[in-house]
C-alpha cells in the first residue's frame, strides 16, 4: 500500500506544479492551530479535516480544498509549521479585483483558486515519561536510560564504576558535550559488534538515531540500543564460597569468574545436583599439582579442600597388570592390580575365570527361536570378566551344522558352541552353548513382495491364476488345485534346489491345474417334439368311402419334405422351435436348452453356446436332433438328443388332440400348484395344521374378450376356454376344504404316500375328463335350442346361406380353384347358424363345426398358434398345402 507520507508528497508536488490563479505566493492565515506531539495529526486523513475546518472558519464561499503535506512533519518536529492548501472559492464573495481571475468549474459555477498556508506549532512530548504501551513512548533497552531532548529522545548507558543520575527533564546541548568528554569502560558503552546493538561503542544514541523520534528508522535505531549488565550484579553460578569477578570487557565470550580462596580448589560455581559429580579434588605427591582426573572434571564444582594422590606422578609400571600401589607408609611401588595374582610364569594374571553371557537371550534358556525366512545373525557372548587380560586369551565359535547363505529354508534346530581358553585356570577352557530353534512358518501367508526380495526360496510358486492354493505344511508347503480340476497346483517349469530348500510337498514337475469338468446339458420344453399334420388322400365320395389308388403316391409325396421342413425350422429358429408348446408359443432358443459348467470359479453358464445339429431320421416319422456344447478348456459335453415325432392325422381329429393336450397342461399346472401349496404347508410346520385356513378371496367374474365392448368381432367360442382356465385356476387356491383333507391324511401316513395318492387320484379324475370330452366331441348331437318347426328350420338355413354363403366358384367341372395353393371344396365350407333372438349362442362344447387349428402361421404347418382360443382359419378358408412354395 500507499504510505499518507507518499501521498502528502504526491500532493504536494501537484500543488506546486499548478499555477494558482497566476500567484507567486501564498496568503497566510492568522491563527496558528497548537497540539502537542502526542496530539498532533499523523497523516493526512488527520491534517485534512483540521485544515478544512480552519478554512471553512475564516474564508467564504468554500466549495473546494486541496491539502499538500508530510505526514511526518508535524509529529517529528517541534516547532511551527505551515500547511499549504489549494482553496477554490465563489467569486461572488470576492473582490472585485480578484473575480478577473474567476473560470468556470465542473458544475458551472464561476470560482476563484487561491493558495493559503496554515500554520501549526508543535510542542514537545517528553517521551520518557508517558504510560507503557503509549504509541510515543521510548523504546529504550534496559540498562539503558531515557533522557528527553526539545522534540525527541535518546538512551545513555548508564555508569557501572561511579554512581549518578540523569536529568528527567528535557536536556539541551551541554549535556551531550560534557557526556561525550566522559571516560569510561566498555561496561559503560554499547557493545562493540553491530550484530548485538545499535550505535556500537557508543555511551548513547545521541547523534547516532535520527532525530525525527517516530520514523520506523528512528524507533528501530533506538530499540536496537544495548548496553552491557553487570554480571556481578546480577544472577550467577557462583557458589557462597567463591568471589564473582568480572571480566575487563563485556564483549569477551565469558564476561565473568568464580575464584575460590587461597588453600581451596575448584572452580568456584555452584555444584549441580545430579549433574555434577561430588568435588574430589586431588593434588599429585607433590602437594601442588592437581591430578589429570582433577582437570578432567574441571576441577569440580564449588571450592574445596584438595587430597594428596600418593601414586599420581608415580613413574608407569613396566610389567603387564602391574599399576602404582600405595604402603601402608604411604609410600608408592608397582604391584598387581586388583583382581590378579602374581604367577611366576604368566606375570599378574586373574585369579578367577572369566563369566560368558549370552547376548541376546531374551528369555535366559540359552535358546534362540527363530523362523523361516529369518537370517541366522552371530550375536555372540558378552564376557564378564572385570579383571580380563590379553594374552593367552582366544574364544572360538563352532556351529553344529554349516549356515546357509541368506535366509533360513529348512525347519529344524542347531547349536552354536562358544569357548575361551584360558591355559592358567583348571579346566583350561571355558565352553557355553546356543541352541538355535527354526520354527516353520506358513507360506501360504507370506508378504510376497517382502519374501521375493528376502527370501525367494520360501515363496509359493502355486498357480493361482488356475485356482491353485496354497496349504501349509510342515517345514514346507502344497499346492492344491480346485474342484473341477486334476494336476499337481503348481507353476510349469520349475524346479527347486534341495539342497537349498524342501522341495514342496506334491510337486510333480509343475502340471498346474486343468479343467477336467465336463459340461452338462439339459434339454427344456416338450421331448419328443410333436408335430401334428392331416393325413394326406385323394378325394372321396359320400356314398363310397374307397381309396383311390394314387393315396399312397400323396402320402410319399408328402413325407419325403419332413426332414427338409425340420431342418429348416431348426436353422431358422436356432432350434427354438422344437420347444414351443401352446403356453410358449414363441420361445427363444435359450428357453429350449440350458447347458453348464461347473469349474473352481462356479457355474458357468453355457446355454448360448450350445450348438443344434441336424435332425438324424431315426424312422419314417421320427427324428432325433443333437444338441452339443464344449466349454473353454475343451471338455466337450455328452450329447444329448431331442426325439421329433411327427404324426399323421385325420383333419377332424386335429382338434380334439390339440384340446387333449391343453387340457393335460391345464391339470399339470393344478397338480404343481397342489404340490406348493403342500410343500409350503409343510413349511409352516404341525403347529399350524389343525388352524383353518383363511379363506381365499372369491375369485372376480370372468369377462369375456371382447365381452361387452358392443364391438362385433366378439367370439363366444373364446369364452370357454378363458373363463375354464381361470374357474380351474380359482378352484386350485380356493380348494380349501381338500387342503384340510391333505393336512389330515399327512397325520395319519408318510407324506410322500400322501403325494402318490394325490398323483394318482388327479390322473384318475384326468382320465374320466378326457374319455368324456373326447365322447362328446367324437358324438354328433344337435343343437341344445328347442325343437322348431319345419318352417322355422327352413327360414333359419335360408337365412345361414344368405349370410355365410360361399365366394362364388368358377364353372370348371364343380371344384374349386386352387387359392394359395389349396383346394376349398364347396362340401367342406361349414358354418354356425345365428342363434335365433333370446337364446344363447352354442358352447364350444357342442359338435366341431370349424377347425381350431394351433398352427398360427400359415406359411409354417408345424408352428404352433400363440394361444389356444385363439382365431384359427376354417376348414373352407384357403391354407398352404404341405410341400407348396410357402415360407418355412
Known amino acids: ?78 516547532g511551527e509549521h505551515l500547511v499549504k492548501c489549494e482553496v477554490t472559492r465563489l467569486a461572488s464573495v470576492l473582490p472585485d479585483d480578484l473575480k478577473t481571475q474567476a473560470h468556470v468549474d465542473d458544475m458551472g459555477r464561476n470560482v476563484v483558486t487561491q493558495c493559503f498556508e496554515v500554520p501549526f506549532t508543535i510542542l514537545d512530548t517528553n517521551e520518557c515519561k508517558l504510560p507503557l504501551h503509549h504509541p510515543l513512548r521510548h523504546q529504550c533497552q534496559a540498562p539503558s536510560i531515557c533522557v528527553n531532548t526539545n522534540g525527541s529522545y535518546d538512551c545513555v548507558c548508564p555508569r557501572i564504576e561511579s554512581s549518578g543520575t540523569y536529568p528527567s527533564d528535557t536536556v539541551d546541548d551541554e549535556f551531550w558535550v560534557k557526556l561525550q568528554a566522559e571516560e569510561r ?80 580448589m575448584g572452580n568456584g560455581q555452584s555444584c549441580r545436583p545430579g549433574i555434577d559429580p561430588k568435588p574430589q579434588p586431588k593434588v599429585r605427591f607433590d602437594g601442588v599439582t592437581p591430578t589429570e582426573e582433577t582437570i578432567k572434571n574441571n576441577y569440580y564444582c564449588d571450592c574445596t579442600a584438595p587430597v594428596v594422590d600418593a601414586c599420581s606422578g608415580f613413574p608407569p609400571c613396566k610389567g603387564k597388570h602391574e599399576v602404582c600401589i600405595v604402603t601402608a607408609a604411604n609410600v608408592p611401588q608397582c604391584g598387581c592390580k586388583p583382581g590378579y595374582v602374581m604367577h611366576e610364569t604368566y606375570g599378574c594374571v586373574d585369579e578367577s575365570p572369566p563369566v560368558m553371557k549370552l547376548r541376546h537371550d531374551l528369555n535366559g534358556d540359552q535358546t534362540l527361536r527363530l523362523k523361516q525366512g529369518d537370517v541366522y545373525e552371530e550375536y555372540a557372548v558378552d564376557i564378564q570378566d572385570e579383571n580380563a587380560e590379553e594374552y593367552m586369551r582366544s574364544l572360538k565359535i563352532a556351529y553344529s551344522r554349516p549356515l546357509p547363505h541368506g535366509c533360513l529354508t529348512k525347519v529344524g534346530e542347531f547349536h552354536v558352541n562358544y569357548t575361551i581358553a584360558t591355559p592358567w585356570t583348571t579346566p583350561a577352557f ?34 493361482t491364476e488356475a485356482g491353485a492354493t496354497c496349504v501349509n505344511k510342515i517345514g514346507t508347503y502344497t499346492c492344491q488345485c480346485p474342484k473341477y480340476t486334476s494336476g499337481d497346483g503348481f507353476l510349469s517349469g520349475l524346479s527347486f534346489n534341495a539342497e537349498v530348500a524342501v522341495v514342496p510337498h506334491g510337486f510333480k514337475g509343475g502340471t498346474g491345474c486343468h479343467d477336467t469338468s465336463k459340461p452338462v446339458i439339459e434339454l427344456k420344453g416338450p421331448n419328443p417334439k410333436v408335430f401334428r399334420i392331416s393325413k394326406c388322400g385323394a378325394l372321396g365320395g359320400v356314398m363310397s368311402s374307397k381309396q383311390m389308388d394314387h393315396d399312397a403316391d400323396l402320402k410319399s409325396a408328402q413325407q419325403k419334405y419332413y426332414s427338409d421342413d425340420i431342418k429348416l425350422m431348426i436353422r431358422q429358429t436356432v432350434g427354438a422351435e422344437l420347444c414351443a408348446t401352446h403356453e410358449l408359443s414363441r420361445p427363444n432358443a435359450s428357453h429350449c436348452v440350458k447347458a453348464f459348467d461347473e469349474t473352481f470359479k462356479g457355474k458357468v453358464d453355457l446355454s448360448r453356446e450350445v450348438s443344434v445339429g441336424d435332425p438324424t431320421q431315426t424312422s419314417m416319422l421320427q427324428w432325433r436332433v443333437p444338441y452339443d456344447v464344449e466349454d473353454a478348456a475343451g471338455n466337450k459335453a455328452e450329447t444329448v438328443w431331442r426325439d421329433v415325432v411327427v404324426e399323421e392325422v385325420d383333419l377332424a381329429d386335429v382338434e380334439a388332440r390339440v384340446r387333449s393336450e391343453s387340457l393335460l397342461q391345464k391339470n399339470a399346472e393344478i397338480r404343481r400348484a397342489v404340490e406348493q401349496a403342500l410343500a409350503e404347508e409343510r413349511r409352516k410346520g404341525g403347529s399350524r395344521r389343525n388352524q383353518r385356513t383363511a379363506e381365499c378371496p372369491k375369485c372376480p367374474a370372468c369377462t369375456c374378450p371382447g365381452d361387452g365392448s358392443g364391438s362385433s368381432s366378439f367370439d363366444p367360442s373364446l369364452c370357454d376356454p378363458v373363463c375354464g382356465a381361470r374357474d380351474q385356476t380359482c378352484t386350485a387356491v380356493e380348494f380349501s376344504s381338500a387342503m384340510h383333507l391333505v393336512i389330515w391324511l399327512e397325520g395319519l401316513m408318510p407324506p410322500l404316500l400322501v403325494t402318490a395318492l394325490l398323483i394318482v387320484c388327479v390322473l384318475y379324475f384326468m382320465f374320466i375328463i378326457i374319455r368324456m370330452f373326447w365322447s362328446f366331441q367324437a358324438t354328433p ?13 327352413e327360414q333359419g338355413l335360408k337365412n345361414h346361406i344368405r349370410e355365410f354363403s360361399p365366394e362364388p366358384q368358377p364353372q370348371n367341372g364343380g371344384f374349386a380353384q ?17 342363434a335365433p333372438s333370446g337364446q344363447r349362442p352354442p358352447r364350444s362344447g357342442g359338435p366341431p363345426v370349424a377347425s381350431a387349428s394351433i398352427y398360427g402361421d400359415v406359411g409354417q404347418p408345424f408352428s404352433p398358434s400363440p394361444r389356444f382360443g385363439d382365431p384359427s382359419p376354417r376348414f373352407g378358408d384357403p391354407s398352404p398345402r404341405f410341400g407348396d412354395p410357402s415360407p418355412r
Open 818 to 834: 386352387p387359392h394359395n395353393g389349396g383346394f376349398t371344396p364347396h362340401s367342406m365350407i361349414m358354418a354356425r347358424s345365428p
Open 1 to 78: 500500500m500507499v504510505s499518507s507520507a507518499t501521498l502528502g508528497f504526491l500532493a504536494w508536488a501537484l500543488l506546486t506544479q499548478r499555477q494558482v490563479a497566476g500567484q507567486s505566493t501564498c496568503e497566510r492565515l492568522k491563527r496558528s492551530l497548537t497540539y502537542t506531539q502526542e496530539e498532533a495529526p499523523r497523516d493526512l486523513s488527520g491534517v485534512l479535516p483540521v485544515v478544512v475546518g480552519r478554512v471553512n472558519q475564516v474564508l467564504e464561499g468554500v466549495v473546494n480544498v486541496e491539502v499538500g503535506y508530510h505526514g511526518d512533519d508535524l509529529q517529528g518536529r517541534v
Open 430 to 463: 571355558l565352553r557355553l552353548t546356543r541352541r538355535v530353534i527354526i520354527e516353520d512358518i506358513d507360506e501360504c501367508k507370506l508378504d510376497v513382495a517382502k519374501f521375493e526380495t528376502e527370501c525367494p526360496p520360501l515363496v509359493p510358486k502355486c498357480n
Open 185 to 264: 569502560t566498555p561496561w559503560e558503552l554499547a557493545y562493540n559488534s553491530s550484530s548485538r546493538t545499535s550505535c556500537p561503542s557508543s555511551p548513547s544514541t545521541h547523534g547516532c538515531c535520527s532525530e525525527r523520534t517516530n520514523s520506523k528508522d528512528a524507533m528501530a535505531c533506538r530499540s536496537n540500543f544495548h548496553c552491557p549488565k553487570d554480571p556481578c550484579k546480577g544472577a550467577n553460578d557462583c557458589a557462597s564460597s567463591s568471589t564473582c569477578v568480572r571480566e575487563s570487557s563485556p564483549n569477551a565470550r565469558k564476561t565473568y569468574s568464580c575464584r575460590c580462596p587461597e588453600g581451596l
Open 781 to 793: 348331437r344337435n343343437s341344445y335350442t328347442p325343437a322348431y318347426n319345419a318352417e322355422e328350420r
